[in-house]
Structures are given as C-alpha cells and as structure tokens.
C-alpha cells in the first residue's frame, strides 16, 4: 500500500528592511495552485502588505496575504500578536470587497492578544526615548509592548478570550498597565489622554465580541494535520531580515524575529517540513524608522523622485522611506542568515537616474569590514560600482526578452554577485500588478 506523500511548507521573507512589495509576490506563488493556505508566523499590525487583484486593491496587515485568494486558507501563528480591532476592521473591508474570510481564517489560540493599553504604552516609550535621543520609529501600535508581556509572562493569548475568567484577566493586566502609564507621565511627562484611552477600549470590547466568533484553534495541530494530508503551506514573513530582532539594526528593529528559522516556532512545525525560502528585495533599498542607512541616496532631490515613483510612504503610517541604493553587503548578509534559495526582485522598472550605484561593502574609520557590524552607525562609508540607468523603459513588461539592455546587465550583476550562494532569480517585478513580472532564471 503506498503511502501518501506528506505537504511541505514554503517561506517567504523580506531580504532587506522591509517594504520589498512581498504581498505581490505571495499572492503570484498562490496563484499557481501549489498550496492550500498561507500563514503568518510573526509581527503584528505593524506590517502593511498591500494586494492588487484587477480593480481591487486591498492593504493587509493581520491577515495573511493570500485573502484575494478565495479557495485558500488563512492560518495566524502563535508567534502573532493580534490587534483584535485591526482583524475586524480588515475582515469587514474584505467582505466589502466580496472576498468571504471567517470560514477559511484559523487563528492559533496561543497567539498574543494587543490590549487597548498597549499601543498608549508604545507612544509612551517612544516619548521617552525622544527625550533620550534614542527614538527608534515604532508604528506605535502596541506591537513591542505585547511581544514585552509575552516574554514576561503577564500577557494574554486568543485563546484566553473564550474562558470563564478572562474578564479578570484583562482587568488584571490593565491595572499593570496603568501602573505603567504613570510612571511614565511623572518621570518623562508623557500625556495620558482618558478620553482616547475610553474610546480605545470601546472600539476594542466590541471586536473582543467579534473575535470569539471566528475559528481559534490549536494551529499546530490542525497544520501538521493538513500537511500529513500532502496539502503544502506558505508561510508569509512580516517586516523582513534586516528588521530582525536578533540579527536586524539593533535596536532599530521589530519586536519580533523575522527569519524563516522562526516558523517552526510560529506554527508549530517541525524543521524537516521546510523546503524552499523566498527571499524578496527591491531593485533599490528603503528603510523607514530610526537608525543609520549605509545604502541612503546622498542626493536628496533623486532620493524625493524615487520615494513619489516608488509610492514610498508606509502602508501603516504613511511615513516617507528613506531610498538608498542596492545594498548588496546586507543582501549577502540576509541570504546567509536566511537561507533564501530563490530570489524575487520588485520595482525594477522604477530607475530615476542615468547613473545607478550599487554598495558592495562598509567601511568603518576607514577599515573595509568583512563581516557585519554590530550597529550600523559603527558605519562610516561604503564602497560603491556604478553602472548605467534604464529610466522608465521597463514598465509593465512581463516578457524576459523585452527587457531594456541596462536592466538585463544590472540583473546578470545581481547574479554573478551571488552567484556563490546558491540563489536564483525566480522573477522580476515591472509593475505593481500581478501580470506586470518576468522570469529571469527559469
């Protein structure tokens, strides 16, 4: 009797500091009908990935990015924190779109509850590291306080909304909470705010309501089942590599970490599961928040015209991104950490200028680092080539053989300069639609 053969589960991450356009490149993997659902295994609404299915657009940040998908399932981790009001508020948008989510979204039980109190203590902090001059440009929504409870041990999960004493709970946790504004009203004068605090928690009691109608379950059991039946997942890295709370540009970073080896952790599935990791970067890099950006544009009216061409404004703040160059030191950093195996390059048909640069290493006090720094304002310069621009000419081609010459060499440089790391270029994005890609390897 032959037995069936088990699913495997997919990553795709981020390569750079996040923004790399990973919602298309998601919803293109689950359009070929390789897998039954897609799952978020970390972050929280401090992500944005933003979807387009012909006229319909959609801008995600809890659910997983496979919502215009309508046959596939969608699976938030244990290593999740979940602003409830966010779910809600996406899940009604979606339904106006005509996409049905509450019977095909399973939300683990373990994951991490956002309390209203908690993006009030994310401002808070931030106020205080301004005062300190160490701001490190949170979303402000709740995202490190939660992940903070968690480590803690005081936060709450799902899963704690459908017992008899979560009411105690959470009462439990807000007077800690308090406590905790307080201080930071007296010590660094932040300004609590009662009446945003009540209508917090009003919007916040109501989606509580919500949440306890949909599917909250054990998602390791239910995945590990799905993949003995040989269905294969996907599973979808918010913010991106460079971001990671280990690894990333500490302590400019998430709260959360962001590399694929976090999936078994946040689903709840064994290693061996595992097969291929996607990496994703842009042609040219950005980065949004605090911190130093080796790879920023010294040109600011060229960095302006890549930020309105690029759309380069959070999808969750709307704050402009700072553009900088092809970093390909981190890049090769990122892949090692990683262990991306296959590589989706995004907005290559965006280039505003004749000249293009592309770093290949740091330098610190005038030493050419060969590993990666600890702190990137340990970074005082880079090394750079330079090669030709392509301007505008590559927009909406989906044919490898249209391609302009500029950009085929640009590719081919890509390639050869990682060609040691066993990495391929599996698309290339010209467009932020799903037809507007190539492939370049195969």
Known sequence: ???????FVDVLVGLQWGDEGKGKNIDELLSHGVYSGVARFQGGANAGHTIKQGSKTFIGH?????????DIELYIGNEVVVDTVSLIKEIRELENLGFEINSRLYISNRAK????????????????RSKLGTKVGTTSRGIGPAYSDSRARSGLLVGDVLLPNFEEKIANLTEFHLNLLEMYRNKYGFEINLEKIKEAKEKWDNSIKEIKKLN?????????????EGKNILAEGAQ???????FGDYPNVTSSNTLPANVCLGLGVPHTVIRNVYGVIKAYTTKVGGGNFP??????????????????????TGRPRMCGWLDLFALRYAIELSGA??????????????????????????????????????????NTEEMPGWGNANFGINDKEKVSQELATYLNYIKRKLSNLNVSIVSVGTGPDREHSFNWDN
């Open 341 to 382: 195996n296959k590589i989706f390059i995004n907005k290559a048909d965006i280039c505003l200028s004749d000249k293009i640069k592309v770093v290949i290493g740091y330098v610190s006090k005038g030493k050419v680092l060969e590993t990666f720094p600890l702190y990137l304002d340990q970074v005082t310069g880079v």
């Open 240 to 246: 991106a590599v460079m971001l990671d709370i280990d």
């Open 216 to 228: 909250i379950c054990d998602l390791p059991f239910l995945i590990q089942a799905k993949l003995k």
């Open 1 to 7: 009797m032959n037995k069936q053969k088990e699913g």
């Open 62 to 70: 809890i659910i997983p990015s496979g919502c215009l998908q309508k």
């Open 295 to 316: 790879a920023r544009m010294e040109d600011v009216v060229l960095e302006k015209l890549f930020q309105d061409a690029g759309h380069e404004f959070g999808a969750t």
């Open 113 to 128: 509850l956002v309390s209203y109190l908690h993006p009030f203590l994310d401002q808070a902090d931030e106020h205080k």
